[in-house]
T-cell receptor
Framework: DTGVSQNPRHKITKRGQNVTFRCDPI?????LYWYRQTLGQGPEFLTY????????KSRLLSDRFSAERPKGSFSTLEIQRTEQGDSAMYLC??????????FGNGTRLTVT | EDQVTQSPEALRLQEGESSSLNCSYT??????LFWYRQDPGKGPEFLFT???AGEEKEKERLKATLTKKESFLHITAPKPEDSATYLC???????????FGKGTRLSVIA
C-alpha cells in the first residue's frame, strides 16, 4: 500500500489553457473523490466515483470541469479554458465504502 | 444544508499547554464525524471517526469527543510536532461526501 498518488504535484498554466491531473488511488479502494482547497479553507467536494461510475457532482462545479475513472482504477480531472479563480490545490482521496477517506498530497494549480 | 464551523481559526500554545479545538455541526442525520490533520503542502491525514454522541477516541496526545451538536479535539501536553491545521468533517446518512470545516491552525511553541 503506497497511498494515494497524484501527479503532477505542481502545475502552472496560462489562463485559457486546458489542464489534466491524474490520481492513482489505493489499489483495493473502490471509491475515489476529488476535492478542491484554497488557502485558509477546508477541502470542497467536487465529484466522486464508485468503481468507474461517477455517482455525484457538486452543483457548484463548472461545466469546464470533467472527471473520468476508466476501468475503475486511476482517475483524471480535466479543467478546460482555465481561469484565475481555478487556482487551488486539487486533492484526490480514495476509500472503501463506509471507511475513512485517504488523501493524496494534491496537485497545486496556479493560473497566470 | 450540512455545515461545519470550527473554532478558533488559529491557536498558539506553549509546549505542554493543553487546550481544545471545537467543531460545531448541523447535518441531516449524522453518519460520522471525522478529524484530519493537515501539514503545509500536504493532503489531510486521517485521525479519528466518531459515530454517536458520547463516543471518545484517543491517539497519543489527542482525544476526540462527540455530542449531538459538536465535537472537541483535546490536545494534552502538546509538542511542536503537533503544529498543523486540524480539519473536522461530517458525513450525513446515505454515505454522502464529507463536508469540511475551514480548520483550526495550531502552532505549538517550544
Amino acid at each position: 500500500d503506497t497511498g494515494v498518488s497524484q501527479n503532477p504535484r505542481h502545475k502552472i498554466t496560462k489562463r485559457g489553457q486546458n489542464v489534466t491531473f491524474r490520481c492513482d488511488p489505493i489499489s483495493e479502494h473502490n471509491r475515489l473523490y476529488w476535492y478542491r482547497q484554497t488557502l485558509g479553507q477546508g477541502p470542497e467536494f467536487l465529484t466522486y466515483f464508485q468503481n468507474e461510475a461517477q455517482l455525484e457532482k457538486s452543483r457548484l462545479l463548472s461545466d469546464r470541469f470533467s472527471a473520468e475513472r476508466p476501468k475503475g482504477s486511476f482517475s483524471t480531472l480535466e479543467i478546460q479554458r482555465t481561469e484565475q479563480g481555478d487556482s487551488a490545490m486539487y486533492l484526490c482521496a480514495s476509500s472503501l465504502m463506509y471507511s475513512p477517506l485517504h488523501f493524496g498530497n494534491g496537485t497545486r494549480l496556479t493560473v497566470t | 444544508e450540512d455545515q461545519v464551523t470550527q473554532s478558533p481559526e488559529a491557536l498558539r500554545l506553549q509546549e505542554g499547554e493543553s487546550s481544545s479545538l471545537n467543531c460545531s455541526y448541523t447535518v441531516s442525520g449524522l453518519r460520522g464525524l471525522f478529524w484530519y490533520r493537515q501539514d503545509p503542502g500536504k493532503g489531510p491525514e486521517f485521525l479519528f471517526t466518531l459515530y454517536s454522541a458520547g463516543e471518545e477516541k484517543e491517539k497519543e496526545r489527542l482525544k476526540a469527543t462527540l455530542t449531538k451538536k459538536e465535537s472537541f479535539l483535546h490536545i494534552t501536553a502538546p509538542k511542536p510536532e503537533d503544529s498543523a491545521t486540524y480539519l473536522c468533517a461530517v458525513q450525513a446518512s446515505g454515505n454522502t461526501p464529507l463536508v469540511f470545516g475551514k480548520g483550526t491552525r495550531l502552532s505549538v511553541i517550544a
